[in-house]
């Protein structure tokens, strides 16, 4: 489309003959939304920035209000109202739409920060008791080891780790109380220490 095209177009709807374009947009001519968007696109992108405070995130309702125009085109009635009108309605869902995303987004980074900041804060507590279970855990034989991590770090009851393992209970849970003295006298050293 040569400028002259789009300066006249545009000059149509300036001058409130809106027929034409109206008829033309309605009916697929990407000439009568170019019009449009000359004409009400600084409207649509100043409200958005009014109320967003973002211009980012007012040229991103700008594009979705000429996008969601342009697939919805068959839903609007001249009859019901004025072409800038519909755009407005528009542009207002879709900044209502963008508050919305912008809330929810704050609100999932807010919880997942309040979730690390728990988990940060639990492990700063009890980093150096479970560095130190893990240190003598690696010291046990490998039979012992591997039904200590079971039970420790996967919460394994005593049949779910001889399941697993394929051991008979008795021997699951000797390994189990061995072990635990084992710890135990190995940490009463290291606090006396």
Do not use: C
Not at 69 to 95: C, E, M, Q, Y
Request: zero cysteines; glycine letters at 4%.
């Amino acid at each position: 489309m040569t400028r002259t095209q789009r300066t006249q177009l545009t000059d149509i709807v300036h001058d409130d003959d809106q027929e034409s374009v109206t008829a033309d947009f309605v009916a697929g001519d990407e000439r009568a939304l170019a019009a449009m968007y000359d004409r009400w696109s600084r409207l649509v992108y100043s409200m958005a920035a009014r109320s967003l405070g973002d211009a980012t995130e007012a040229e991103d309702v700008t594009q979705k209000v000429f996008v969601a125009a342009w697939l919805g085109r068959h839903t609007f009635d001249p009859s019901r109202a004025r072409l800038g009108g519909w755009l407005v309605g528009i542009t207002k869902n879709t900044i209502a739409d963008s508050h919305a995303r912008i809330a929810r987004e704050r609100r999932d980074r807010e919880a997942i920060i309040a979730s690390l900041d728990r988990e940060v804060s639990w492990w700063s507590e009890d980093l150096a008791d479970r560095l130190l279970v893990a240190d003598e855990l690696a010291l046990l034989p490998e039979a012992p080891r591997q039904i200590m991590q079971l039970a420790f770090y996967d919460h394994l009851t005593h049949s779910q780790i001889a399941a697993r393992l394929d051991m008979p209970l008795g021997t699951v849970k000797s390994h189990i109380r061995r072990s635990l003295d084992r710890l135990r006298t190995r940490l009463e050293v290291n606090d006396d220490a």
